[in-house]
């Protein structure tokens, strides 16, 4: 068997998983031999960096199974969908983009693998399967790493294969990943979430929070700053109880502290942290790292206690004031990014004042901002939604108008700094520009040839909006 690419560990503890990736395997060899054609997949994924990341996972065993990675507009034989239910638009979103496959499906003969937070949920696995006949695969959070075994019965049976487990499993290291990016990777610290805030879906989806051991995950990180990575981002639903469930306390803080030590990590940045649980030690840690950016997202959701008590979030609109003070007091350059939910069941005038309130007192450098959405299975979901649609559009355009006005005051700052910025490479938007992130997390598009994708340069910044920079590259720095 030619699992030398697997690691010792995962070999002894999950045989079964290293024998179905051969045996696809063996299965893409002769149907290689008898085409002359190699089997092509592609992945949409949707939702935030949890899904990013497990994308990885899923194109790193597709590959590792024989598989190869198309993109684009070329025909695919497997398309994968890696899904998120957070709100209902997100949802809706895929069950349209795999309704628009069908044509494509019928064509070249390939169908879909539904996967992801959506698929956690038995009626939307009994919509897919009644209504859209080209997902033969659908699996959960929970079993990613089965995915080759549904994938070998579905290509020797042609029956559909769906199986989504309802708990979450042990954590299981060493599956293959491939990376979508060199010189920075997502790292995952902690998986699900125990918060339960009253309007989401995730802990509903993502099940009960588990840490990867503090060995395990410096492991990953020097394996990639030897492979030549230079920026992680430690992600978790909620960074700050990584630990928690080892039985320690402020592990999150000792493990920023760790990463300082590793040579060509030279940014960390993190995701996400919930106010009620940002400690003075990982305040002092964010002060005390050098590696780790000035930037914290600390998700508002609202700024009335009153909601946030209905929220189930655990904290007050002074609490969160109050962490802001001493965030900026430890961290005075620190950029602040947020969460906003606007027409939750019961938020009244003034409800919505404290938000724009705390908005208007923080100056947030930039917002996802968010109508809200209820999701079933959630205690907010049997709240009734007493707000007219009108009003929470009202709102939200003001709250989005507000938050524009005071990013675009802060973007304009910068005008005339030079920043670092770590560039990603040709921008999405106009290929003919680089762009790349500043610490704070800002996108600067800039102009330079003596620079490439994965390098640090200076640039110089000539105009500044709400959403980007524009900047002349002053120099390389490494
Ligand atoms: N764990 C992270 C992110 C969770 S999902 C955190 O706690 O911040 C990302 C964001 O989606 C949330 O912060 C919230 O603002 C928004 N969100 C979650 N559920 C929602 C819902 N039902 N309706 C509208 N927005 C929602
Ligand atoms: Fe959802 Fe709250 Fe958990 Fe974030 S902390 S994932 S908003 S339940
Ligand atoms: Fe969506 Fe799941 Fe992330 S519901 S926001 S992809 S954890």
Known sequence: METKKFSNRLIENTPEFCDWVEQVRNLNMAYTLETGKTRKFKIDVFGCQMNERDSETIAGMLTEMG????????PADIIVFVTCCVRENAEERIYGHIGALTAECAEHGSFIVACGCMMQQPHVVEKIRNSYHNVKIVFGTHNIHTFPELLHRYLTTRKKVFSVWEKENRIIEDLP????????????????CNNFCSYCIVPHVRGRERSRSMDDILAEIKALAEDGCKEVTLLGQNVNSYGNDLGEKDLFARLLYAIEDIDGIKRVRFM???????????IDA?????????HLHLPLQSGSTRILEKMNRKYTKEHYLSLVEKIRKAVPDIALTTDIIVGFPGETEEDFGDTLDVVRKVRFDAAFMFIYSPRKGTPAAKLEQDIPSDIIS???????DLQTAISTELAKKTEGQILEVLVDGPSKQNPGVLSGRTRTNRLVNFRA????????????????????LEGRGVRKIG
């Open 67 to 74: 598989f190869e990675e198309v993109s684009g507009t070329e």
């Open 177 to 192: 990943v491939k990376r979508a990016e060199k010189h920075k990777a997502w790292v995952n610290i902690i998986f699900g």
């Open 272 to 282: 996400t942290s919930h106010p009620k649980d940002l400690s003075d030690s990982l």
């Open 286 to 294: 964010m002060k005390n790292c050098s590696k780790v950016c000035n």
């Open 394 to 400: 009202r709102r939200f355009k003001e709250l989005v």
């Open 449 to 468: 040839e003596w620079i490439e994708k994965g390098d640090f340069a200076e640039v110089e910044i000539i105009r500044a909006g709400a959403f980007w």
